[in-house]
């Protein structure tokens, strides 16, 4: 996992701010993004969207952990902009709201006085959860790793060898010579944004094509090398970047 799952923290202890942001600088993979005392200061900076984990203290005045997670339950869920939905931790000195907790989706429940391994423990579940969602993006080199079947499973995908993309719903299939398909577990969007865009191109809302595969173009249909299948074209007018790519192409 190359990104760092950005954190918020809210919390109306000042100290325990402090000691979850020193376990947050020290535990590789986590950057925090913001921390406050204030709920209602916090609650609108998470709907924002800018974090991934959300650290909040189950009793604070005013707004206590549930009722401000209550309020950012559509976050928590994917969405078209994001597979993964934001995970929380709840801090508290009692467990007497842990099982009501559950009920709000949340990753652990930590006990105060804070520990860090503790801490530790429950960040990682949060890692498990991205790791299991995420392609694995090695730097610099025309590959990625993408997660087959269990966590530990990955194929090394060749972007080269990619023929098309294919929306489906928040996943995205890889089509490959011989009608080889794999799934990724993130939206087309996402894995476009990792590809080199002078190749692969969008062509419709459920498309992005590898134009180096490209073999002839039929009104609205674009028939690929090592394919039987044909992908649509949607209006060139809102894909303007494919219509582009067919005048700049054209003898």
Request: net charge neutral; aromatic share 10%; proline share 4%.
């Amino acid at each position: 996992m190359l990104k760092k799952i950005r954190v918020g923290i809210i919390d109306d202890d000042q100290q325990a701010i402090d000691f979850l942001s020193a376990y947050v600088a020290k535990t590789d993979g986590l950057v925090k993004v913001f921390e406050t005392v204030d709920p209602q200061k916090g609650l609108t900076k998470v709907k924002t969207g800018t974090i991934d984990l959300l650290i909040v203290d189950m009793m604070m005045a005013n707004l206590s952990g549930i009722e401000l997670i209550a309020q950012i339950k559509e976050l928590q869920r994917p969405s078209r902009k994001s597979r993964l939905g934001m995970q929380v931790i709840i801090c508290s000195g009692t467990d007497k709201y842990a099982a009501a907790s559950y009920h709000y989706d949340v990753t652990d429940y930590l006990p105060k006085p804070l520990e860090y391994l503790r801490f530790v423990e429950a960040v990682d579940k949060v890692k498990q959860y991205w790791n299991e969602r995420h392609p694995i993006l090695i730097p610099n080199e025309q590959i990625f790793l993408v997660k087959v079947g269990s966590m530990y499973h990955h194929k090394l995908i060749r972007i080269p060898e990619i023929i098309f993309l294919e929306a489906d719903g928040m996943e995205c299939i890889l089509w490959f010579g011989d009608a080889v398909k794999i799934v990724v577990g993130k939206p087309m969007s996402y894995v476009l944004e990792r590809l080199p865009r002078e190749r692969f191109i969008q062509c419709h809302r459920s498309f992005v094509v590898n134009t180096d595969y490209i073999v002839d173009i039929f009104n609205k249909e674009i028939k690929m090398r090592y394919l039987a299948n044909e992908v649509s074209v949607g209006d060139r007018n809102i894909y303007k970047e494919f219509r582009l790519w067919e005048v700049s192409n054209k003898l």
